[in-house]
């Protein structure tokens, strides 16, 4: 992620960092860069660049003009993927760290989330349909498809899964290959781009968007493929997010995968079966409408549901919305959304 700032607009920063030349006298200083955690915030930010590339963004979409540049850095790590005995879709996976001292580049949730042998990923800048999502599930042959390609090009195979197609309960897994992170999330999750073998990639380096070959990243394949949809957050990586945006451009005027039949900008909800077998919809707005049917039986509540939801949107020309329902259009049971998903960020929780 390349973001700017000024230096006369520098004090914004969050309290957790010093000015220039300030002594840190507190008790807690981020490992990595020596800054101070003070005033009120008792805890330090998950992860100091991901504090940075947040406040990246605020410079971005509130109009200051350019003058410094900053790269968010991603640490190299190799390793195993594994998916036996686990519910993994097309945006997650378990990996495991051939060299554990990797993992010091970051900071973590709990002691517990860092010692973890195989860790849950948070697969960056896609959102694949949901195979197993509180009880349901997005239209299966397209779920199942995007799931199957992330394995295939992890070389993991012989997969058999459970009789509700919910788990991996065989497979020929703990295939080698990397991922790229630069942060973790709340769920102590690395954020990541993930890598076959076959990447000349180096264990333990640390790169930047300069010099990370995303186009050689699965995230950046199944989003070409059109297997999976676009989706960014305030801590995407803006050049990854670019390079991703436009081959998602090219899928989607194509009609590929997903694409084809892509109901998202306009589809009529009558109930959860139509959700589950019949319309292929963004898996956030997804999810959104599986709380709704979860909490509400009168329709009618919908628009009103959508509209509790702090989701705080930035779009990609840096227009600030409260909850996608800002970006919706409520007549009857038809759901209209016309601003495509990639030009959504959403903010992370």
Not at 35 to 40: A, E, I, L, S, T
Not at 238 to 261: C, H, N, Q, Y
Not at 324 to 333: I, V
């Amino acid at each position: 992620m390349i973001f700017y700032f000024e230096k006369d607009v520098a004090a914004r920063r969050s309290p957790w960092h010093r000015p220039p030349g300030q002594v840190c006298s507190q008790p807690k200083q981020s490992p990595r860069t020596k800054d101070c955690f003070v005033g009120k915030n008792k805890y330090p930010p998950r992860n100091d660049m991901l504090e940075s590339v947040a406040f990246g963004w605020e410079i971005l979409y509130n109009g200051y003009i350019n003058k410094e540049t900053t790269m968010a850095q991603y640490k190299i790590v190799a390793g195993t993927f594994h998916v036996k005995g686990f519910q993994p879709d097309g945006d997650s996976i378990r990996f495991q760290a051939n060299k554990p001292e990797n993992w010091d580049f970051f900071e973590w949730e709990t002691e517990a989330d860092k010692k973890a042998k195989k860790k849950q990923l948070r697969v960056e800048s896609i959102d694949a349909m949901e195979t197993h999502y509180e009880g349901y599930h997005q239209p299966r042959p397209f779920a199942i498809a995007a799931l199957e390609s992330l394995l295939e090009m992890l070389n993991i195979k012989s997969v058999v899964y459970s009789l509700s197609v919910t788990q991996i309960v065989e497979a020929d897994d703990g295939k080698a290959g990397f991922i790229a992170s630069a942060s973790t999330d709340r769920f102590g999750r690395p954020v990541s781009y993930v890598f076959p073998k076959s990447a000349k990639l180096t264990d333990g380096a640390i790169m930047d968007s300069a010099t990370l070959p995303i186009e050689d990243s699965i995230n950046f394949q199944l989003a070409r493929e059109g297997l999976v949809y676009p989706t960014f957050y305030t801590s995407t990586d803006r050049v990854f997010a670019e390079k991703i945006r436009a081959v998602v451009a090219r899928a989607r005027k194509t009609k590929r995968g997903i694409w084809s039949i892509d109901k998202t900008s306009d589809f009529t909800l009558l109930d959860m079966r139509v959700l589950q077998e019949d319309i292929l919809i963004v898996p956030k707005l997804f999810r959104r409408l599986v709380g709704f049917f979860d909490n509400y039986s009168d329709f009618g509540k919908l628009e009103e549901y959508m509209m509790k939801q702090r989701d705080n949107l930035v779009l990609w020309d840096g227009t600030k919305k409260r909850s996608l329902a800002d970006l919706m259009k409520f007549t009857g049971r038809r759901i209209q959304m016309k601003t495509p998903v990639e030009d959504i960020l959403f903010s992370p929780k």
